[in-house]
């Protein structure tokens, strides 16, 4: 199930890249990626996640949301952590090992300007949403 951007752009937006990622999420003493592969979205605003198999409507994490981004390794795992201001932290690795190229494109995104406005209330439901499907756990930080 692919992201069509007419079904969801807003007007000043661009598609930077588009991936399959995987989150990568701690299991017991190791780091394991998920079994369900999503299709990633990034755009100049925001990043779109939805899962590659099903009908569902896309978690949207507009980029004010995120606080930072910054390529890691977990386990043996290549990754790129996303920091929200949730202060959860969320581990992707996209299947394709493009790695730079995905890690680039969210460092990309910047905060639109005012005439477009996101939902935050759809956003923060969204972050809860793939926390609650995914069991992240709160960054220590």
């Known amino acids: 199930m692919v992201i069509y951007e007419a079904d969801f752009f807003v007007d000043g937006e661009k598609r930077l890249g588009q991936y399959t990622v995987f989150i990568v999420e701690r299991s017991g003493d190791n780091w394991l990626p998920a079994v369900m592969a999503l299709d ?23 980029g004010h949301y995120i606080r930072g981004v910054e390529m890691t390794v977990r386990g043996r795992i290549h990754c790129v952590m996303l920091q929200l201001i949730t202060g959860h932290e969320l581990f992707l690795t996209p299947s394709t090992g493009k790695i730079e190229h995905f890690h680039e494109d969210l460092c990309a995104m910047k905060v639109p300007r005012p005439r477009f406005h996101a939902d935050d209330s759809v956003a923060r439901a969204d ?3 793939l926390i609650n499907y995914f069991r992240l756990v709160p960054s220590s930080s």
Request: hydrophobic share 45%; glycine share 0%; charged share 25%.
């Open 127 to 129: 972050i809860e949403r």
């Open 40 to 62: 990633a979205l990034v755009t100049n605003f925001r990043l779109m996640l939805r899962p590659t198999r099903k009908k569902y409507a896309p978690a949207i994490l507009p």
